[in-house]
């Protein structure tokens, strides 16, 4: 990519953000931060709870998310942020309007299996179906890409990092 990109690497949970958002930083050669970390801990208990997350309560984690990629700007960086509808998005890009993001796609059966095999990570299968329900895809007039999540971790990021370089075309 001819500029620095910030990239919000987007999806549902289990689809693989926090594996590959630092596999892509490291492709573009760029620090990662990890979304969850920005989290409130309110948040991590009502989602450990089953829980669903109310807007609400997603404004201020967005925001947080927002000022590190505003700080980005111009430098690049990769973060993840399930931004499953656009007006978390357009939150987002409110804050940092350059970013691009890259959303996670993938059949849910695949997506729950490997949320069963993950250990240590507050968000149960359980939710998934909400997260799936909340889910706005990107738009035609958002600046970002949406890539498959079968295959191993390497080959997520290439395909990402690959898609990401197609946008400076």
């Given at each position: 990519m001819s500029t620095p990109h910030v990239v919000v690497v987007m999806g549902v949970a289990g689809t693989g953000k926090t594996t590959i958002g630092p596999l892509l930083a490291a492709q573009l050669g760029v620090p990662y931060a990890e979304g969850d970390d920005f989290h409130p801990?309110?948040?991590?208990?009502?989602?450990?709870?089953?829980?669903?997350?109310?807007?609400?309560?997603?404004?201020?984690?967005?925001?947080?998310?927002?000022?590190?990629?505003?700080?980005?700007?111009?430098?690049?960086?990769?973060?993840?942020?399930?931004?499953?509808?656009?007006?978390?998005?357009?939150?987002?890009?409110?804050?940092?309007?350059?970013?691009v993001f890259v959303h996670l796609t993938g059949d849910r059966a695949l997506i729950e299996d490997r949320m069963s095999h993950r250990q240590g990570h507050f968000m149960p299968t359980a939710l998934l179906d909400s997260q799936f329900a909340t889910l706005q895809p990107l738009g035609a007039d958002e600046a970002g890409v949406a890539v498959d999540v079968t295959g191993s971790p390497e080959e997520i990021s290439e395909r990402a990092f690959v898609a990401l370089g197609r946008l400076d075309q």
């Open positions: 801990p309110a948040n991590i208990a009502k989602m450990s709870a089953g829980t669903p997350l109310t807007d609400d309560d997603r404004w201020p984690w967005l925001d947080a998310i927002g000022a590190w990629a505003h700080g980005r700007a111009g430098l690049g960086g990769v973060v993840s942020s399930s931004a499953l509808k656009r007006a978390y998005r357009d939150r987002l890009r409110a804050a940092a309007p350059g970013v």
